[in-house]
């Protein structure tokens, strides 16, 4: 097959879309499909290349409201010329923004079967507060009119878990077109050698929260926590591996709660670097407050390489936590503080819960979730076009 993707975010960003769309790309090169990447151009993007996989750049600027995404020009004659030489046989979007809505048109124009992934809950209180909108109950409203008009296009989408496709029914898709896919998680083998170290020998309480510095990921109910968990365990480490738009505002919160003792800010580290370095090896548990994920690929990862989670019992993150951990209220820095604590005092929990994790990984196996990927764009090719 020859497959057109399209992102609004790619390297050197590091969030759940690239690390999802590079894993699903390089698995299906390795299988003999044929990806064109299409993505806004950026300096970095020389540094990525894998056989099989193109890329074709488009100028952008960054977003004033999501630096991780670029606002690019709405149609350029070269990429109307690529696609058409290249000849897709599936156009796939990974984002609800302008490169997301040149992949419907191109795919209108050219008669090529169209498929959206749901990553982002782009109409949630916690990605309104990015751009000071979470008191205004229309705007979510009208975020979800806008998520629609992108998925109302499509032939078929893709929902990375149970609670993504729910909403997506709930908010106007027709279920019977909704798939779900999970977002795959890093095979075990990642982690066997270390290359990078970037953790002194710590102690043995040492908590691990990746992702990116923003409102809607809810760090300050993890700082919450930590402060909580310092006066029980005054040589917990908590390390937040990441940046984003709220970086100076974290560390000032870390500063007021008198915590900056217990905090380590790593900034970001591409993807490659992080799976093989000591980050994962010298943590116990991984924690996130997070209320916005679809899914949560960094959670993933984090129980790949055998931790304990703590999260919230809530969209994709409620999901994933079974028996490898525990989930708390939403806003709820005392329930996350003493399941940390539960975890970090007690070797034996720590260690069953850590096997479990590992268990419950392999049902994110990226060979198995692009075996269901490509029966997804099989069908999807084999019945075209949605007739209006």
């Known amino acids: ?13 590091i969030n759940g879309i690239v690390t999802s769309i590079t894993a699903y790309s390089k698995e299906l090169a390795d299988r003999g499909h044929e990806v064109l990447i299409v993505v806004p151009d950026n300096p970095w993007l020389s540094e990525f290349h894998y ?4 890329i074709f750049s488009i100028k952008g600027f960054p977003a004033f409201f999501y630096p991780d995404f670029k606002i690019t020009f709405a149609f350029t004659p070269g990429l109307i010329k690529r696609i058409r030489t290249f000849q897709p046989d599936i156009i796939h979007f990974h984002t609800q923004f302008i490169l997301g809505w040149q992949a419907i048109v191109l795919g209108k124009i050219l008669s090529i079967p169209r498929i959206g992934t749901f990553h982002t809950y782009i109409a949630d209180e916690g990605y309104l507060k990015v751009i000071g909108m979470e008191n205004f109950k229309i705007f979510g409203e009208i975020g979800w009119k806008y998520n629609n008009f992108f998925y109302e296009h499509c032939e078929r989408v893709i929902a990375p878990s149970i609670n993504a496709k729910k909403e997506l029914s709930e908010h106007g898709i027709p279920v019977e077109k909704i798939d779900i896919l ?3 998680a890093p095979v075990q083998s990642c ?6 170290s970037f953790l002194p020998a710590l102690t043995t309480n040492t908590i691990l929260y990746i992702g990116r510095i923003s409102k809607e990921k809810s760090l300050t109910v993890c700082l919450d926590a930590i402060y909580i968990i310092s006066r029980e365990i005054p040589d917990v480490r908590f390390v937040i591996v990441g940046s984003g738009p709220d970086e100076v505002e974290i560390k000032q919160y870390t500063k007021d709660l008198d915590i900056e003792a217990n905090v380590i800010f790593l900034g970001a580290i591409s993807h490659d670097v992080l799976m093989q370095s000591d980050i994962f090896e010298k943590s116990q548990l991984f924690l996130t407050a997070s209320k916005t994920e679809t899914q949560g690929i960094t959670l993933l990862e984090a129980m790949s390489s055998g931790l304990p989670t703590v999260g919230v019992d809530i969209k994709g993150v409620g999901e994933i936590i079974e028996d490898n951990g525990y989930k708390a209220r939403p806003w709820n820095s005392g329930e996350l503080a003493l399941y940390c604590i539960r975890i970090l005092k007690d070797d034996i929990l ?7 994790s590992r268990e419950i990984v392999k049902k994110y ?7 269901d990927l490509e029966n997804i764009y099989q069908q999807t090719i084999q019945n075209g076009l949605r007739k209006k």
């Open 51 to 54: 056989p099989g996989i193109e």
């Open 350 to 356: 720590r260690k069953k819960l850590g096997e479990r």
């Open 365 to 371: 196996d990226i060979k198995k979730l692009t075996d």
């Open 182 to 184: 999970p977002n795959p």
């Open 191 to 196: 982690w066997v050698h270390i290359l990078t």
């Open 1 to 13: 097959m020859r497959i057109v993707y399209f992102t609004d975010t790619f390297h050197p960003m």
